[in-house]
């Protein structure tokens, strides 16, 4: 129990355009999701809370504009990158909690994005 | 505010040795504790939690972890390790109401 999907599983973009990455929870509703983003040898930094039907609450730093995150419903959240640049190039792994409690997280397997 | 160290980025192991990843963590609240592993180009899969009650904690795949407050550590241990351990494995922590923070991470490495 307790899968949460990504797709697509890598993508390449090429400078200026947009894209989209879902999160799915297979098997459980999701209160909340989680957003975080890898670079490469590094750990995982929270970009974005979201709850169904609610705004995404951003981290520090992290720009609303660019990272637009959408939580429609309880088992789909979608992070669209726009107007993609190549230092946007990095590893986007989401988490769902059925709970909306933040010790109980579930990881999706990630997104590899590249841009070109 | 919350932060974890882990003091190793590299443990380079022999099959069957035991191993020991150390993670630190600060915190000016109580705590709950992870460790996760994250094998190349996947997400994360939780090994264990501490969360409450006993300070020894067992996970997957024969790992375990044992929660000192007065240290306040959270070191993870496997008494034999497998070639198929070597991964990434991160320690994280989190408050009650507070975001979980992960370490950097430490590269498990498990060689013949």
């Not at chain 2, 351990?85 to 320690?91: G, K, L, N, V, W």
Request: glycine letters at 6%; proline letters at 4%; charged letters at 15%.
């Amino acid at each position: 129990g307790a899968v949460v999907s990504q797709h697509p599983s890598r993508v390449i973009c090429k400078s200026g355009t947009s894209v989209k990455i879902e999160c799915r929870s297979l098997d459980f509703q999701a209160t909340t999701m989680f957003w975080y983003r890898q670079f490469p040898k590094q750990s995982l930094m929270l970009m974005a809370t979201s709850n169904e039907g609610s705004k995404a609450t951003y981290e520090q730093g992290v720009e609303k504009d660019k990272f637009l995150i959408n939580h429609a419903s309880l088992t789909l959240s979608t992070l669209t990158v726009t107007s993609a640049h190549p230092e946007d190039s990095s590893f986007y792994i989401c988490s769902a909690s059925p709970s909306g409690i933040t010790y109980e997280q579930y990881f999706g397997p990630g997104t590899r994005l590249t841009v070109t | 505010a919350q932060s974890v160290t882990q003091l190793d980025s590299q443990v380079p192991v022999f099959e069957e040795a035991p191993v020991e990843l150390r993670c630190n963590y600060s915190s000016s609240v109580s705590v709950y504790l992870f460790w996760y592993v994250q094998y190349p180009n996947q997400g994360l899969q939780l090994l264990l939690k501490y969360l409450s009650g006993s300070t020894l904690v067992k996970g997957i795949n024969g790992f375990e972890a044992e929660f000192n407050k007065s240290q306040t550590s959270f070191h993870l241990r496997k008494p034999s390790v497998h070639i198929s351990d070597t991964a990434e494995y991160f320690c994280a922590v989190s408050g009650t109401a507070s975001k979980l923070t992960f370490g950097t991470g430490t590269r498990l490495q498990v060689t013949l």
